[in-house]
């Protein structure tokens, strides 16, 4: 009965920064794994990032590396996505979801899925 929600997308500017956020409701968050997803007009969907139960081990992909910080707050049922230095090619709808870390890469469970939040990244 796990529901997720996004929510803290809009629209900034080249090099600006937005703070995602995932809140889970109807069960708590600490048991799952989550991660981030994107997809853009005419492109695959994307892992973006993902972060263990405990927050301990987090995984990203190379081309948010450095730029991208994910994060949980347990108690807060929210997960987290720090996201500075953004550029064009970050514009797309960003998912949560329940996840599965493998060795570096984000697996979607496909079970649990917020509605997404658009990103726009344009000057």
């Known amino acids: 009965q796990l529901q997720l929600v996004e929510s803290g997308g809009g629209l900034v500017q080249p090099g600006g920064s937005l703070r995602l956020s995932c809140a889970a409701t109807?069960?708590?968050?600490?048991?799952?794994?989550i991660g981030w997803f994107r997809q853009a007009p005419g492109k695959e969907r994307e892992g973006v990032s993902c972060?263990?139960?405990?927050?301990?081990?987090?995984n990203y992909a190379e081309s948010v590396k450095g730029r991208f910080t994910i994060s949980r707050d347990n108690a807060k049922n929210t997960v987290y996505l720090q996201m500075n230095s953004l550029k064009p090619e970050d514009t797309a709808i960003y998912y949560c979801?329940?996840?599965?870390?493998?060795?570096?890469?984000?697996?979607?469970?496909?079970?649990?899925w917020g509605q997404g939040t658009q990103v726009t990244v344009s000057s």
């Open positions: 979801a329940t996840a599965t870390l493998l060795f570096k890469l984000c697996i979607p469970r496909n079970d649990y």
């Open positions: 109807g069960s708590p968050l600490d048991y799952y794994a």
């Open positions: 972060i263990s139960t405990s927050g301990g081990t987090s």
